[in-house]
Nanobody, 123 residues
Framework: QVQLVESGGGSVQPGGSLRLSCTAS????????IGWFRRAPGKEREGVSC????????LYNQSVRGRFTFSRDNAKNTVYLQMNNLKAEDTAVYYC????????????????WGQGTQVAVSA
């Protein structure tokens, strides 16, 4: 059974940092393109960061570029999202997703999703 589990969420003050983890079971993350998404209260889900398997290029939503960093540790079957200089508008439930598509861009859809982890940024 494939499972993605996010962790590392929590409550922080503006300017603080969190590192989210996405650990997989039932699949080898090295063979998948990973995306990070978030859904803020009252808003639709939006992409935060994603990678293309073809060239391992990482893309970021403009709102997080320079503050968030995507990384992976294939030996641990885990990917990370380091979030620095957090802002109130980063408050959301964050999800990771995995897709086996091999392409030059981020996958248009994802096969597997985690259950999400809550991030709350407030003074």
């Amino acid at each position: 059974q494939v499972q993605l589990v996010e962790s590392g969420g929590g409550s922080v003050q503006p300017g603080g940092s969190l590192r989210l983890s996405c650990t997989a079971s039932g699949l080898t993350l090295a063979n998948y393109a990973i995306g990070w998404f978030r859904r803020a209260p009252g808003k639709e889900r939006e992409g935060v960061s994603c990678e293309s398997r073809h060239d391992a290029r990482i893309l970021y939503n403009q709102s997080v570029r320079g503050r968030f960093t995507f990384s992976r540790d294939n030996a641990k079957n885990t990917v990370y999202l380091q979030m620095n200089n957090l802002k109130a508008e980063d408050t959301a439930v964050y999800y990771c997703a995995a897709d086996s598509a091999y392409g030059a861009t981020c996958p248009p859809s994802y096969d597997h999703w985690g259950q999400g982890t809550q991030v709350a940024v407030s003074a």
